[in-house]
């Protein structure tokens, strides 16, 4: 089955630094890789995702990239806030055409954003 | 759009007292998803289902663990009987699947606590 490696488990930045969570996985047929934010205390938010049929998406401040040959994919977050502090997850889609599967997640990367 | 709302937000226990998780999905969604969080060992599928229907129930611990979904409206997760090392927070999470990749939206969790 899929396996999600993150790296790393804890980050700490200086405000309007860059951040760059990475994570690997293991089956080549996933295909849907989405990153979830979440606060303490809180749920697990969607905040990007992308398909294996694209290289790179952003979002103002958030991009992630995919490179499916090397079965990796990324998420960097510019000019980091500290509202950005959080615990961020990455996932990938475990069946085949990923309609129908489940979402592998990683362990988690605890952001922390210092002013 | 409510999202998924989950009850209780919070319960207390004492240890071999039935507990019972209760999941509303998002209206349209037809799969359902429910995690388990601890410290430990991070974001866990216990179970989906698939138009009511579990499809994969591998992540379930034990035989005191059970889930039902009687309609594509509700979801309970029970807990008989219950010990210390079930508390965690339970999240239940909603998609809607065979329209290509969609992202899991999660409710607000249940805080269990067995003492």
């Known amino acids: 089955g899929e396996n999600v490696e993150q790296h790393p488990s804890t980050l700490s930045v200086q405000e309007g630094d860059s951040a760059v969570i990475k994570c690997t996985y293991s089956d080549s047929a996933s295909n849907y890789f989405p990153w979830y934010k979440q606060e303490l205390g809180k749920r697990p938010q969607l905040i990007i995702d992308i398909r294996s049929n694209v290289g790179e998406k952003k979002d103002q401040r958030i991009a992630v990239t995919l490179n499916k040959t090397a079965k990796h994919f990324s998420l960097h977050i510019t000019e980091t806030q500290p509202e950005d502090s959080a615990v961020y997850f990455c996932a990938a889609s475990n069946a085949p055409g990923g309609s129908q599967g489940n979402l592998i997640f990683g362990k988690g990367t605890k952001l922390s954003v210092k002013p | 759009d409510a999202g998924v709302i989950q009850s209780p937000r919070h319960e207390v226990t004492e240890m071999g007292q039935e507990v019972t998780l209760r999941c509303k999905p998002i209206?349209?969604?037809?799969?359902l998803f429910w995690y388990r969080q601890t410290m430990m060992r991070g974001l866990e599928l216990l179970i989906y289902f698939n138009n009511n229907v579990p499809i994969d129930d591998s992540g379930m611990p034990e035989d005191r663990f059970s889930a039902k979904m009687p309609n594509a409206s509700f979801s309970t997760l029970k807990i008989q009987p219950s010990e210390p090392r079930d508390s965690a927070v339970y999240f239940c999470?909603?998609?809607?699947?065979?329209?290509?990749?969609?992202?899991?939206?999660f409710g607000d969790g249940t805080r269990l606590s067995i003492l």
């Open positions: 999470a909603s998609r809607l699947t065979g329209l290509g990749n969609q992202p899991q939206h």
């Open positions: 209206s349209g969604h037809n799969s």
